[in-house]
């Protein structure tokens, strides 16, 4: 069964640090997306792309966070530096289709100390 | 603004008896997706929903898309250890050019043996 991939699955990293995650989407899903969880709430879309262009990167803070898809297949999501506030579990989704189910990857969980 | 509101927040149940819980908006959804989230993991997607009226089963899930469009009720019968986790339910939106999910805050069932 087709899966979505991600590394690492957990992080602990110092803060002002720079920390990186990628995420392999289910072969030939064109959208991908990065979402941001904190415990006891839904995921937060941080950056949604299709192929390899960025479609929304509204909430993306942007003065320290940066997303790629060059080829239009794997992606990565990298924050510099990291604040402690960044603690949560970041997760990757692909979908064949913008708007129709998505499926998730296991998430890094990104602990800032 | 787009909101979910799952309900009950939380549930603690014995093993062997039914759960319901039900997601509710105020703005009309043409899709409803249930996801399942254990802790330290991705959401995986449990039942898509795209029709009024429909009634969807998996395994001992049953799912339904209201009839107003602006409802959907989750249901597990016989419920087993391995049910304990978050259920999220989540629509997608129109987001300018783009089609966004909304979440629900989720409904965290615990399951006693």
């Known amino acids: 069964e087709a899966e979505v991939a991600q590394s690492p699955r957990y992080k602990i990293t110092e803060k002002s640090q720079a920390v990186a995650f990628w995420c392999d989407p289910i072969?030939?899903?064109?959208?991908l997306y990065w979402y941001r969880q904190i415990l006891g709430q839904g995921p937060e879309l941080l950056v949604q792309f299709q192929d390899e262009s960025v479609v929304d990167d509204s909430q993306l803070p942007k003065d320290r966070f940066s997303a790629e898809r060059l080829k239009g297949v794997d992606s990565t999501l990298k924050i510099q530096p990291a604040e402690l506030g960044d603690s949560a579990m970041y997760l990757c989704?692909?979908?064949?289709?913008?708007?129709?189910?998505?499926?998730f990857g296991p998430g890094t969980r990104l602990t800032v100390t | 603004g787009q909101q979910l509101n799952q309900s009950p927040q939380s549930m603690f149940i014995q093993e062997g008896e039914d759960v319901s819980m039900n997601c509710t908006s105020s703005?009309?959804?043409?899709?409803w997706l249930w996801y399942k989230q254990d802790p330290g993991e991705g959401p995986v997607l449990l039942i898509a929903l795209y029709k009024a009226g429909e009634l969807t089963s998996n395994g001992r899930l049953t799912a339904q898309f209201g009839i107003t469009r602006k409802d959907s009720f989750l249901n597990i019968s016989a419920s087993i250890p391995s049910d304990v986790g978050i259920y999220f339910c989540a629509g997608p939106y129109n987001a300018g050019n783009n089609r966004k999910l909304i979440w629900g805050l989720g409904t965290s069932l615990a399951v006693n043996p």
């Open positions: 703005s009309i959804f043409n899709t």
């Open positions: 072969s030939g899903h064109a959208t």
């Open positions: 989704a692909s979908s064949g289709q913008v708007g129709s189910e998505q499926y």
